[in-house]
């Protein structure tokens, strides 16, 4: 009995001598975790990005699409094709216009 209590007073001893050294391994190990935790955040976020940047260039392209077709739909020649061919519409002919003057 009094081996072993000996045998932990010379390892409390032993711990007492290096406490520094094992501080300093503890906080190697655990920069270790910290550095591969924050690679593999770094390296999700950084997809992440990668993904919602290929989004913006698809939402870019469609606006840029819409864009222009808006610019045709608006053009008064293919307004008047519109109403023509839909409506039945035509041009008025000088005798059957009716020019209306306000007072």
């Known amino acids: 009995m ?8 010379d390892i409390f001893h ?13 906080a190697v190990v655990a920069s270790a975790f ?4 924050f690679t593999h955040v770094n390296r999700q976020t950084t997809s992440e990005l990668e993904v919602l940047l ?21 053009e008064h020649s293919s307004i008047e094709r519109r109403a023509t061919r839909m409506l039945d519409m035509k041009r008025p002919d000088a005798e059957t216009e009716v020019v209306i003057t306000l007072p």
Do not use: G
């Open 2 to 9: 009094a081996k072993n209590a000996a045998l932990v007073v």
């Open 14 to 26: 032993d711990i007492q001598q290096h406490i520094f050294t094992y501080v300093l391994l503890a």
């Open 34 to 37: 910290a550095v591969i935790y």
């Open 54 to 74: 290929t989004e913006r260039d698809k939402l870019d392209i469609e606006w840029r699409n819409l864009l222009i077709e808006q610019n045709s739909l608006a």
